[in-house]
């Protein structure tokens, strides 16, 4: 390897290796992304590649809380800590919801009719 010298800065020599980079991880891709470490990585990757994307499984469970909080009925009157956990989780799937409608989705919202297809 050849030495690079810029004034007044003494030796400089760097190899610049891009499959040093790109390969460092064992990962082969463009995109490439670590959400966290996993206790089961290889359970949760069969998840994704079989079941669904991470937004997939929430849309689906935002889905089903929308479903439950329209059928809810409590027997005791909710504390005010429960009220707003349940304002608060009604004001996130609307605006999921809005979302999913600006991108032409169907979505699923609390206190509306659902309709079940196969």
Do not use: C
Not at 18 to 25: G, I
Request: no cysteine.
């Amino acid at each position: 390897m050849t030495a690079f010298k810029l004034p007044l800065s003494g030796n400089v020599t760097q190899l610049i290796s891009p499959w040093a980079n790109w390969f460092s991880d064992s990962q082969v891709g463009l995109i490439n992304i670590n959400l966290g470490q996993s206790s089961a990585p290889e359970v949760e990757q069969e998840i994704l590649e079989d079941v669904g994307s991470y937004g997939r499984q929430l849309g689906r469970i935002g889905d089903a809380l929308a479903v439950l909080i329209t059928h809810f009925h409590p027997e005791q009157p909710l504390d005010p800590k429960e009220e707003k956990a349940i304002r608060a989780l009604r004001a996130m799937l609307d605006q999921i919801g809005d979302i999913k409608e600006r991108h032409d989705r169907t979505a699923v919202r609390p206190g509306e009719a659902v309709e079940v297809s196969g």
